[in-house]
């Protein structure tokens, strides 16, 4: 079941999403739609955020058009990993935009730059640089899973 936020109940939506991301995504106009257990946000019937741990967090799809979240490069060896949903390990990292530990970040390759998953930072990004080995981001949405799919 789908509800149809109110324009009131879209501006508190658009306002707490823009206070975690920093970017404006609902124009004037916009249809706002929660389902019934608040876990996918839909924008005029496109799945932009899903829930994850009561936190919001954007789709891969969205991500395409305008990825706004601070990302993680990883080498070309790594890719086939990544979209098949495991974590991401450190030896497969070759860049890191400035982040902190537990926030959510974009895993892109190196050659193309375009998001290939979403994960959770378990270290901050000056910790990843420091470490050699182990996973350092938690894989939570990847193309091709079931969020993809929705």
């Given amino acids: 079941m789908i509800k ?18 920093d970017v404006d995504l609902f124009k004037k106009g916009d249809i706002v739609q ?9 924008v005029n019937k496109e799945l932009y ?3 994850y741990e009561d936190r919001y967090v954007p789709t891969l799809k969205l ?11 990883v080498d070309m060896g790594a890719v086939k990993f990544v979209i098949d949903g495991a974590d ?3 030896p497969g990292v070759v860049d ?3 982040f902190n530990a537990d926030e959510f970040v974009s895993v892109v390759d190196v050659n193309n730059k375009k998001p290939l998953a979403i994960g959770l930072a378990l270290f ?13 981001v ?5 193309v091709g899973d079931e969020i993809w799919s929705i």
């Fill in 4 to 21: 149809t936020l109110s324009k009131s109940e879209t501006k508190i939506m658009r306002d707490n999403l823009f206070s975690i991301y």
């Fill in 34 to 42: 929660l389902n019934t257990d608040n876990k996918f946000v839909f």
């Fill in 49 to 51: 955020f899903f829930s």
């Fill in 63 to 73: 991500l395409q058009k305008l990825n706004f979240l601070k990302k993680v490069v």
């Fill in 88 to 90: 991401i390990m450190r």
């Fill in 96 to 98: 890191v935009e400035e």
């Fill in 124 to 136: 901050s990004s000056k910790e990843i640089e420091a470490y050699k080995t182990g996973r350092v």
């Fill in 138 to 142: 938690k894989n939570i949405h990847y």
